[in-house]
């Protein structure tokens, strides 16, 4: 079982970035897919998350509008596009899978089951 994140890197403001969190050895499908953000200094905060049930997706505040969440069942991958980077996204991003899907109570990491290494994302000029 393994998730595994990718398309962080570094760009300016205003820019966008597309994460990409990919499964192996289980079906990312049957599960409520949530990315999460941790910067320097804070805690780790839920991002988005898009459910396994109806296909919900989810947004903290500072993000709606900007960030979109979507999966591709036939690749096994969930995608988090973001645009119009600001410095204050800088963070290590991660995926996290949870086979209960949590509904309103997206942000609890703890009811997530899997989780990937991070990727880095870098909003400066």
């Known amino acids: 079982v393994r998730l595994v994140e990718s398309g962080g890197g570094l760009v300016q403001p205003g820019g966008s970035l597309r994460l990409s969190c990919a499964a192996s050895g289980f079906i990312l499908g049957h599960y409520a897919v949530g990315w999460f953000r941790q910067a320097p200094g804070k805690e780790r905060e839920g991002v988005s998350c898009?459910?396994?049930?109806?296909?919900?997706?989810y947004y903290e505040d500072s993000v709606k509008g900007r960030f979109t969440i979507s999966r591709d069942n036939a690749k096994n991958t969930v995608y988090l596009q973001m645009n119009s980077l600001k410095p204050e996204d800088t963070a290590v991003y991660y995926c996290?899978?949870?086979?209960?899907?949590?509904?309103?109570?997206?942000?609890?990491?703890?009811?997530?089951?899997?989780w990937g290494q991070g990727t880095q994302v870098t909003v400066s000029l």
């Open positions: 898009i459910s396994n049930k109806d296909g919900s997706a």
């Open positions: 996290a899978a949870d086979k209960a899907g949590s509904g309103s109570s997206w942000y609890k990491a703890w009811l997530y089951d899997y």
